[in-house]
């Protein structure tokens, strides 16, 4: 099978519980042999549009194809998809063994292939030598390497991931990161991976698409939704502090706070909101009037908070550790190239900036 045999296409797939609309209709295209992540707050959809694609959840209405197969209608076993759940599901009483070969000795593989794919699934995981054990003698992020093996072991052409790492600790699961990574590099199935973690969306995917109350806010590369949010929705939920959002008025050559200070010279005229990073804030000798509320130091550099004139909040992240003392006041100058202007209303980016 080719790469492009196993992408996913969704035309105007739409889901309701009763009365209750979850997925008001989306329409994407997943590329084959990629890693794409759906991200979003929790009850955003996520979970439903992946349980829709694994047919795990039947389609109210809409199509999903995966390669040139309409597939809604099919069982789960027929689309070709292995699915990792947040949940572990091992059998505690089978060996890493025979919980990763369970599947295959259902359908009838012979002994012969079973055992030679269970061991080549076990070693691409890291679980060489622990194929007699029980998942009771295994660690989590162990248990959780089972439970990917047991999904690639069926050779699939879609991977499918629903928040398979939240059960992990911060350690275990920037170790995961990274054998999830080498392991699609290795296999080449189309992957999609459900969560809520931002850190997990930028640092896995190929693309991101990022859900807001069912809708696609923004489908792109991870560097497309930190530099260029298409809403301010995005612009906040990507990032860590998330980009700053400060309400201004363009009169033509500049951006100003309410009272007059001058924020950057962008040719624009109207109400706006001006988006800045904070990484895109430097201290400066003379600059937009800042006091101090509260800073953090991390040790590789420094998060600010502050006040501007009008007492709305900025996040300011220094690259070199800057300790300031509650009530310092300071000023700062914006990267111009890095402000990003939205429509108030509609929250929407304004293609011109």
Known sequence: MTLADNSIALHEVRKTFGDNLVVPGITAEIDGGKFTVILGPSGCGKSTL????AGLESVTSGTIRIGAREVQDLAPK????????????LYPHMTVRNNIGYALKVAGVPKRERCERIKASAESVGLHGLLDRRP????????????????????????????????????????????????????GATSVFVTHDQVEAMTLADRIMLLNNGEIEQYAAPSDLYENPATTFVATFIGAPAMNLLNAEGDGSGIR????????TMPFRGPVTLGIRPESIE??????????????????????????????????ATPLCRRMTPGETFSVRFVEDAARL???TSGKRLQST
Do not use: W
């Open 283 to 316: 201290i400066v000798p003379d600059g937009i009037p800042c006091r101090n509320v509260y800073s953090e130091d991390l040790g590789s550099h420094s998060i600010i908070v502050a006040e501007v004139a009008d007492g709305q909040k900025l996040h300011v």
């Open 257 to 264: 706070l309410p009272n007059g200070t001058l924020l950057a």
């Open 50 to 53: 992946l349980n829709m694609i």
């Open 342 to 344: 939205f429509d108030p």
């Open 78 to 89: 027929e689309r070709g998809c292995a699915m990792v759940f947040q949940n572990y599901a």
């Open 136 to 187: 009771s003698e295994l660690s989590g992020g162990q248990r959780q390497r089972v439970a990917v093996a047991r999904a690639i072991v069926r050779e699939p052409s879609v991977l499918l991931y629903d928040e398979p790492l939240s059960n992990l600790d911060a350690k275990l699961r920037q170790g995961m990161r990274m054998e999830l990574t080498r392991l699609h590099e290795r296999i």
